[in-house]
Each structure stands twice: as structure tokens, then as C-alpha cells.
């Protein structure tokens, strides 16, 4: 089994839709959750970030982390044709440097 | 530099041959991280570089990978007599330092191997 689970899609919405990504984990020590968006032949870039449970909010973006179920979330509001991207979940433990990340979801905003 | 650069970007060579990947963190990062991506795996980690040294080599799937740091700054990985199952996106990342809030990839270097 692995470490983070994400549901890979493809995920595809009218524009304007509001738009719901997720992961699963299955280690406790997992600390810091962080959501990357991905384009084409392009690095991931760092989206949002969350150090252990609940909300943040940046601008259309809302990340929430719930460690007693192990799932975290990322919800796009008023989605783009821009958001057109892969998005991969990725967390830490609290010591150590490597980043654990899912398989990543594949999102297609249609105008 | 402005942000991560990697080298070269694309890369096709023949099982079996040796093959140098390069990349070049943001100046004045201090830590430096090698993922590989393929197709439906996500990312894995290979190695992390603090400085010139490399606490955590963990992620190394065999003995034809290194990497080396030099100068705290352009990072070599290595892999030697390349498999087909090399074939991956290799992609670097740095942070100012250990950093658990997330790092700067560069674009990746795409390797396959025929």
C-alpha cells in the first residue's frame, strides 16, 4: 500500500465549477501537507500549504488537512480554464527532509 | 539564477550507457532535493543535499545512481549503465533550507532510455 493515495482522474468541469481534489495517507507522523499544481512538461509548483489540522484559504483556494481521518483536501472555487493542470498532494513528517507525494489528479476546466 | 535550472532537458540514450544529469538550484539555497517521475508512480524521492553533503541518500534505487554537490551550489546525478526502467522525468528542487513548507522544482529533465 502506499504512503498517499490520490485518485489520479482525469477530472473534468465547466468553468466556474467548484472543483474538490483528495488525498489519503496512512502514516500518522505526516505533519506538513502541501498541494503542487503541475503543467505540462513543467515542474510541480508549490500551491498552498498546511501544518497539521485545518483551514487555510488563498483566494480561490481552500486546503483542509483532518488527521483523524488521514484525508486532506483541496477545493478550487470559480475554476479557470488556467487551473487546467495536474495537481499532486505531498506531506513530511515532522523530521526528515523528504516529501511524500501522490500520483496526482489530472483536472480539465472546460470554457 | 531566478529560479531552478535543469540540464539537459530532454535526454534519449541507448541501454546501457552512462548518463550525467545537471542541475542548478537558486543561488543561495542551501538544500537540494532529486525526485523521479514516471508515468503514474508520482514523484520518488532519490537524494537530498545540505550544503555539499548528503544526509539522506535513502531513495537511491541501486548502486548505478550517485549525485554529487559542489560549491553548495550545481548538483550532478549520475546513472550508470542505464536500464529502460530509468526511463523517468528527473526533477530537481532546492529550499533556503531543510524546509517542511514545500520547494522550488525545476522543469525536469526528461530520460529515456532505447
Known amino acids: 500500500q502506499k504512503e498517499v493515495e490520490q485518485d489520479p482522474g482525469p477530472l473534468s468541469v465547466p468553468e466556474g465549477a467548484i472543483v474538490s481534489l483528495n488525498c489519503t495517507y496512512s502514516?500518522?507522523?505526516?505533519?506538513?501537507f502541501m498541494w503542487y499544481r503541475q503543467y505540462s512538461r513543467k515542474g510541480p509548483e508549490l500551491l498552498m500549504y498546511t501544518y497539521s489540522s485545518g483551514n487555510k484559504e488563498d483566494g480561490r483556494f481552500t486546503a483542509q488537512v483532518d488527521k483523524s481521518s488521514k484525508y486532506i483536501s483541496l477545493f478550487i472555487r470559480d475554476s479557470q480554464p488556467s487551473d487546467s493542470a495536474t495537481y499532486l498532494c505531498a506531506m513530511s513528517k515532522n523530521t526528515g527532509n523528504q516529501f511524500y507525494f501522490g500520483t496526482g489528479t489530472s483536472l480539465t476546466v472546460i470554457p | 539564477g531566478a529560479g531552478v535550472s535543469q540540464s539537459p532537458s530532454n535526454k534519449v540514450t541507448e541501454k546501457g550507457k552512462d548518463v550525467e544529469l545537471r542541475c542548478d538550484p537558486i543561488?543561495?539555497?542551501?538544500?537540494l532535493y532529486w525526485y523521479r517521475q514516471s508515468l503514474g508512480q508520482g514523484l520518488e524521492f532519490l537524494i537530498y543535499?545540505?550544503?555539499?553533503?548528503?544526509?539522506?541518500k535513502s531513495g537511491l534505487p541501486s548502486d548505478r545512481f550517485s549525485a554529487e554537490r559542489t560549491g553548495g551550489s550545481v548538483s550532478t546525478l549520475t546513472i550508470q549503465r542505464t536500464q529502460q526502467e530509468d526511463s523517468a522525468v528527473y526533477l530537481c528542487?532546492?529550499?533556503?533550507?531543510?524546509?517542511?513548507?514545500?520547494?522550488?522544482f525545476g522543469s525536469g529533465t526528461r530520460l529515456t532510455v532505447v
Open positions: 528542487a532546492s529550499s533556503p533550507g531543510a524546509s517542511n513548507y514545500g520547494y522550488t
Open positions: 502514516n500518522s507522523a505526516f505533519q506538513y
Open positions: 543535499f545540505q550544503g555539499n553533503s548528503a544526509p539522506d
Open positions: 543561488s543561495g539555497h542551501t538544500a
